[in-house]
């Protein structure tokens, strides 16, 4: 079946770490995205991307970092200078970067803080 | 200042009721779209609709309705005959083209719990 993939479910970090979440999409889609979620918040935007070798900071960029060498990959390092990493973190993509389209979503990492 | 609000942060209800979660948008462009989603305690969201500025009707699908209004700036959605399934975090979007490219909005979100 076509989706999104998200791995780990469940990552934890340790102090000074960097920690990489993984995004796979099988949806031929051209656009990108990671949000991160805090309880009663809504989504906020980290970083995204709308072709391979391209991607764009988003409202929260600071302290993540990403990359995009494959269509299908759009992983997201969190680093050490992201002092409050513990969120629920979330990959989107859709066909392309467009204000029409529907982003499709996987089903999530939880990032804790050991 | 938010550009979807979502006042109802939770929601309860007995099931089969019929339950309305409130989406208020802001915007200064002309053409935009405005989406529901639906995020499950597995925690993807899952897309449910898809609306532009121009389309006025209201759409109904199965137990699902939403109700978009221009003079209000609101695009409501009404569950009805809600069940136990769909106890779930809803949010509302929107998407319009900004000063620096697509921009897309999420709303805070509405818990809705559905009791059985």
């Known amino acids: 079946d076509g989706g999104i993939t998200q791995s780990p479910k469940y990552l934890f970090r340790k102090e000074g770490q960097n920690v990489t979440l993984s995004c796979e999409q099988n949806l031929n889609h051209d656009a990108m995205y990671w949000y991160r979620q805090d309880p009663g918040q809504g989504l906020r935007l980290i970083y995204y991307s709308q072709i391979v070798n391209d991607f764009q900071k988003g409202d929260i960029a600071e302290g993540y970092s990403v990359s995009r060498e494959k269509k299908e990959s759009f992983p997201l390092t969190v680093t050490s200078a992201q002092k409050n990493p513990t969120a629920f973190y979330l990959c989107?993509?859709?066909?392309?970067?467009?204000?029409?389209?529907?982003?499709?979503f996987g089903d999530g990492t939880r990032l804790s803080i050991l | 200042a938010q550009k979807v609000t979502q006042a109802q942060t939770e929601i309860s209800v007995v099931e089969k009721e019929d339950v309305t979660l409130d989406c208020v948008y802001e915007?200064?462009?002309?053409?935009?779209?405005l989406f529901w989603y639906k995020q499950p305690p597995s925690g993807e969201l899952v897309f449910l609709i898809r609306?532009?500025?121009?389309?006025?009707q209201n759409e109904i699908s199965g137990r699902y309705s939403w109700n978009f209004q221009k003079s209000t700036s609101s695009f409501n959605f009404t569950i009805t005959a809600s069940q136990v399934v769909d106890s779930a975090v809803y949010f509302c979007?929107?998407?319009?083209?900004?000063?620096?490219?697509?921009?897309?909005?999420f709303g805070t979100g509405t818990s809705l719990t559905v009791i059985p």
């Open positions: 979007a929107l998407s319009e083209v900004g000063d620096t490219g697509n921009q897309f909005y």
């Open positions: 989107a993509s859709s066909i392309e970067d467009a204000y029409n389209q529907p982003q499709h």
């Open positions: 915007t200064r462009d002309t053409t935009y779209y």
């Open positions: 609306r532009n500025s121009f389309d006025e």
